[in-house]
């Protein structure tokens, strides 16, 4: 029943499926990984990568549940990267983190080539690709180094692979994570301090899939370490915002406004 829920969580993941279109251009990143770049580039704009979800085990460049904020955020004039990197069980973790951090500074070095200004950038990530998000935020130089993120917006994501409450995610976190060193190396909570970006945490009241207590300690922690992070907690609203038990609220539209909000003011 559990691997069922899961996958079912997996194909939902699958059908937010999108081809490229106008304002998509493909490039290469840290060898033979994709990345595309989402919005026009005719000056140096800010840019945010956005990390799918799916379980650490499937996904792509072109899925993930916050792939509806791409269009808003290149309203706003803020650039949108998303891209591939390498999946479980084939790969473990750091695979992931490595991939991600490896982008991040893809972006850096190339920003003027690829018309963004690489001192403007930030990174959101849904389910596990939140979790990447805020471990490419927190750890510093423990994955390869990443240039200055300016914020991390995460959605619903897995952040103390330690002590992880019960949930759907349970499974996934011990196939991916298989080792007690493998989930001490991932949890981005062990790696907060002073130094950490301005952070926004939105995650549903009702998710069966991640638990909201582990964005509540992530919030917690971060404020714990000096930091003022914004944490919404949308109500009736289960994984990927999906309403149960009544109408999202805040609504998944003033959830994305939230965000693009939230990038325009640090970016």
Known sequence: M???????????????????????????YCGSQKMQIHGARDAALPTVLYVHGGGWESGDRTTGFERRMIAPLNDA????????YRLAPAHLHPSQIEDVTCALR??????????????????????????????????GDRFGGVPGIEAVATFYGVFDLVNLEP???????AQNFPTPEARISGTPLLDIDGTAPPFLIAHGREDRFVNLAQSVKLAQLLINAGHRPILAVVENADHGFVPRGGVP???????????????????
């Open 2 to 28: 559990l691997r069922s829920c899961l996958g079912f969580l997996f194909l939902v993941l699958a059908a937010c499926n999108t081809a490229s279109g106008p304002g998509v251009t493909t490039v290469t």
């Open 77 to 84: 004039g803020i650039v949108v990267a998303t891209i591939d």
């Open 106 to 139: 893809s972006l850096a070095s190339d920003g003027a080539d690829l018309g963004i200004d690489a001192g403007r950038i930030g990174i959101m990530g849904d389910s596990a690709g939140g979790h990447l998000a805020a471990l490419a935020a927190l750890s």
């Open 167 to 173: 949930s759907l995610a349970v499974a996934a976190v």
């Open 249 to 267: 609220d805040p609504s998944v539209e003033q959830v994305i406004a939230l965000t693009v909000a939230f990038f325009q003011d640090h970016l």
